[in-house]
């Protein structure tokens, strides 16, 4: 086990979400720089894992923006936190049955974790993907940025409203070298910052995404500059009920936030209300949030998987239904999920979207 103090650093003292970016992305013992998260033998399954159907789906909301955009002869893909490179390589595959689009796509992979892009590189055999840190190179659009439990992976702050104030949680390295939950009154900035949200607006306990927020910055940025849009899948919530959602999972099961610090994968809920916020008050315009299970079934995915299952034998298509069940069944990922699409364009018919 590492000892707590390597995610420390400098100061005995950090806020949570400076705490937790250490966890998890640490250069030599974060959770996401050092070892394989995703599927079976790792500690959580996304929906690409679970069926190559959902990711044939997303490529073809990609065409279909493309088709909305007016066919632009460039056009930019960015995949935003790749994870083990199984979405983007269905996408390859999938673009290559529209021959028109496939000739002049870009397709770019933002992956600061040295460790996945090895993995992405083992995985994705195509000479025309492009690895990126950051979005310097894309100087030309329009772009579509895509993240599936992208932004869930960014650590978060905490506050709680005390009387009139607002407290910032911490976490205290002990001198027993056991970690320590504790609240120091929010700076002014926070403060600012928090009240001049809506959404956030009579919460008692608040959650906020600002390093999440700093990428979408940029982010934004680049599709106002050259247009574009940007679609992201997560699992969150539309009305926040002043509820702690950080949560640490090791091995397919829930794990004490604190213990196996490097070892285990640790998210927060999105709050989709305050994304819906931010993008507004960016500029861009926003789709009505809509949960997976409405925007996979909006794609056609039903008619996709029986068109598949004709070819199926009976146990190939048991289990083709049960992939089915989890990606959209309300008790699974179809209604926790939710889909979120902000943009910078004239024309508003984006697949998937009323």
Known sequence: MKPNRIFFKKSKILPSDKFFRNVLYDKKFGYYTSQMPFGKGGDFITAPKISSIFSEMIAIWIVSSWMTFGKPK??????LGPGDGSLANILLKSFKKFP????????????KSI????VQKKKILDNDVKWINNLNSIKKGPVIFFGNEFFDAIPIKQFKKIKNNIFEKHYSLEKNKNIKEIFIKASPASVKIIKSYKSLKNLKFIEFPQFGLQELKKINKKISKLGGCILMIDYGYLKSNNQNTLQSVMKHKRNSLL?????????AHVNFALL????????????????????????GILERAR?????????????LYLRLKRLLGSNYMGYLFKVIMAYKFNNNNFAGFK
């Open 74 to 79: 460039n056009f930019n893909i960015v995949e």
């Open 100 to 111: 028109e689009f496939n000739s002049i796509k870009n397709m770019f992979l933002l992956e």
């Open 115 to 118: 460790f996945l892009r090895k």
């Open 259 to 267: 213990d196996n610090l490097g070892k285990a994968d640790i998210t």
């Open 276 to 299: 819906s916020e931010f993008f507004k008050k960016d500029g861009l315009k926003v789709k009505n949030v809509i949960t997976q299970k409405q925007f996979l079934e909006r794609m």
């Open 307 to 319: 068109i598949m299952s004709n070819k199926m034998k009976f146990r190939e298509q048991s289990d």
